[in-house]
Nanobody
Framework: DVQLVESGGASVQAGGSLMLSCSIS????????IGWFRQAPGKQREGVAV???????TYSDSVQGRFIISNDPYKNTLYLQMNSLEPEDTAMYYC????????????????????WGQGTQVTGS
């Protein structure tokens, strides 16, 4: 079975940094679009960043220049380096994977992703 397990969430002061990790098992991350979504209370889930198997990265406007997505194919792990955190970044962060998808048009639509983790909470204060 495919499993995605996030870790690294915490409460961080505004301006601080945090790194999230997503350990993936049951599948390899080649030919897969993998990324991060987040959902704040009372709001819809939104795409944060994705990375394609070719290494291409895409970010939402709200995190562009502050967050960095990366992966380690040998560890089958996805990362999200979060810098200059703002209170507006407070949300549950989810790791998602879409086998066979190239992270192209509509990457921010959660329905494109087949597999999800359980989430890790990030609170910016």
């Amino acid at each position: 079975d495919v499993q995605l397990v996030e870790s690294g969430g915490a409460s961080v002061q505004a301006g601080g940094s945090l790194m999230l990790s997503c350990s993936i098992s049951g599948m390899t991350i080649d030919n897969v679009c993998i990324g991060w979504f987040r959902q704040a209370p009372g709001k819809q889930r939104e795409g944060v960043a994705v990375i394609a198997s070719a290494g291409t990265t895409t970010y939402s406007d709200s995190v562009q220049g502050r967050f960095i997505i990366s992966n380690d194919p040998y560890k089958n792990t996805l990362y999200l380096q979060m810098n200059s955190l703002e209170p507006e970044d407070t949300a549950m962060y989810y790791c998602a994977a879409a086998p066979g998808y190239r992270c192209n048009g509509g990457w921010f639509y959660s329905v494109k992703y087949n597999y999800w983790g359980q989430g890790t909470q990030v609170t910016g204060s």
